[in-house]
């Protein structure tokens, strides 16, 4: 968790030198929203019932110049959002605020309508968490300071110059990454409109596609860890425990956006363990493929997982998504998260070397 706001303020730091030194204009967007809770488990069923609302007010920089389109051969936009999202359960759920900070990039810029992904990340606080005699119903989050990552997909209708109407979908997650248990976790979509105005009119310049600049497969090695409390019975809180591994991959670059990857992964989980007694439960071997999306010196990260190994699970595929920040030529600093189908397993800092 430490390391989610050390990777927060970096970003803060590079945006802010990037308006120092540019004339990428500044841009409000103010975007309601609406939406579904997805009932993973049959514990938190009744509770997902519930139809979260609320209100994001966005503040960013929209990236024109010419360095900006050579990040991934395309316009895009970053900068930070806060929202204030209410679960519609105020005993139970309470409501959530999110601070967090986002990348934009647009798929396509010619014409009156803009297509554009968006992903972000950042810390949550939470007003309702679990407690085993006031609030026993919500298995859902069970520290008031979390995390909360999403991801969106929008419609960009140019109004005027200066003016933008948004409509977009969005898939939200909210997790402590299993620092502590209860952690359900909550996965739910979002859906909205809104408008975004721009402090200066922006006129998107026809560019020309860059070369890939990487060639043939790029091998990694990554280390992750992250720390856990192992709970029995009624949540109380037994023992702290680490889990750790590693993942050999390698990745190939298809467009200046996109690349594909493929890797083993090897982790030891601590939890299990003190769970189970057995320490060979623990182990776990597996094999990666996924695809990365790359924008600037952030790339995001989607795998699947197949187990070859892993005693304690009966199930034979999870998903891992990373978040990653190049500081150097070889070496890249983030998180990650390992999920099995909506329900997060663990989340860790993770340090990547790219043998290139």
Known sequence: M???????????????AAQDKTTNPVFLGVKPQ???????????????????????VDYGW?????????????????????SHINFNQPRVLGQATNLMMFAEPFFN??????????????????????????????????????????????????????????????????????????????????????????????????RQPLPLEEKGIIPSLEVFATMENVTRGEGDVQKR?????????????????????????YLWDGQIKEKTGEAGHSRQISLLTGHDLAFGKFIFSQFWGTYLYAPYYNKPFFQRYALTYQVSDHLRLGVTLKAHAEVAQNFNVLVSYDFK
Not at 11 to 16: E, F, I, R, Y
Not at 68 to 77: A, V
Request: proline share 4%; with cysteine; hydrophobic share 40%.
């Open 34 to 56: 609406y939406g579904f809770i997805i009932p993973h488990s049959s514990a938190i069923r009744s509770l997902s019932q519930s139809r979260p609302y609320g209100l994001a």
């Open 62 to 82: 929209f990236m024109i110049q010419k360095k900006d389109w050579q990040r991934c051969n395309c316009y895009s936009r970053a900068g930070f959002s806060i």
């Open 2 to 16: 430490r390391f989610l706001f050390l990777l927060f303020l970096t970003g803060l730091a590079s945006l802010v």
């Open 241 to 265: 425990t680490y889990s750790y591994g590693l993942i050999l991959r390698g990745r190939r670059r298809i467009t200046r956006l996109n690349a594909l990857n493929a890797g083993v992964e």
């Open 109 to 206: 810029y010619r014409g009156r309508v803009l297509t554009s992904l968006r992903m972000g990340v950042g810390p949550t606080y939470l007003n309702k968490i679990y407690d085993p005699e006031k609030n026993p119903r919500n298995l859902f989050f069970s520290t008031h300071l979390s995390f909360i990552i999403h991801l969106d997909v929008a419609l960009n209708f140019r109004l005027t110059r200066q003016w933008f109407l948004k409509v977009y979908g969005k898939y939200n997650h909210i997790s402590n990454g299993g620092i502590q248990e209860p952690n359900k976790g909550m996965n739910f979509p979002t859906f909205g409109a809104g408008l975004d105005y721009l402090f200066a009119p922006v006129e998107l310049k026809k």
